[in-house]
Nanobody
Framework: QVQLVESGGGLVQAGGSLRLSCAAS????????MGWYRQPPGKQRELVAH???????NYVDSVKGRFIISRDNAKNTVYLQMSSLKPEDTAVYFC???????????????WGKGTLVTVSS
């Protein structure tokens, strides 16, 4: 199994910054895509950003120019640097990893439990 542990959430004023981290551990053979999703209060979960094993990145339009996703493959860790935060960024942020536990298994999604980011106006 693969475990994901997020950290770095909290309360911040609008315009401020936070850095989220997510470390993957357990029986990891390889990781393909790593990403962050978020679920605002009363809304559906949405993709925020993801980064491929080749470091290609993709962002939802609402965070482009403000958030930066990166990964450290040696540590099986993905980061989300969030700047110029807005109240509408308030959400539970979930780490997602698409990978496999052995050379004979298929890639599948793994999820963290989430970390709350609250941006006050």
């Amino acid at each position: 199994q693969v475990q994901l542990v997020e950290s770095g959430g909290g309360l911040v004023q609008a315009g401020g910054s936070l850095r989220l981290s997510c470390a993957a551990s357990g029986n990891i053979f390889s990781i393909n895509v790593m990403g962050w999703y978020r679920q605002p209060p009363g809304k559906q979960r949405e993709l925020v950003a993801h980064i491929s094993s080749g470091d290609s990145t993709n962002y939802v339009d609402s965070v482009k120019g403000r958030f930066i996703i990166s990964r450290d493959n040696a540590k099986n860790t993905v980061y989300l640097q969030m700047s110029s935060l807005k109240p509408e960024d308030t959400a539970v942020y979930f780490c997602n990893v698409f990978g496999r536990t052995s050379r004979f298994s298929s890639d599948r999604d793994y999820w963290g439990k989430g970390t709350l980011v609250t941006v006050s106006s």
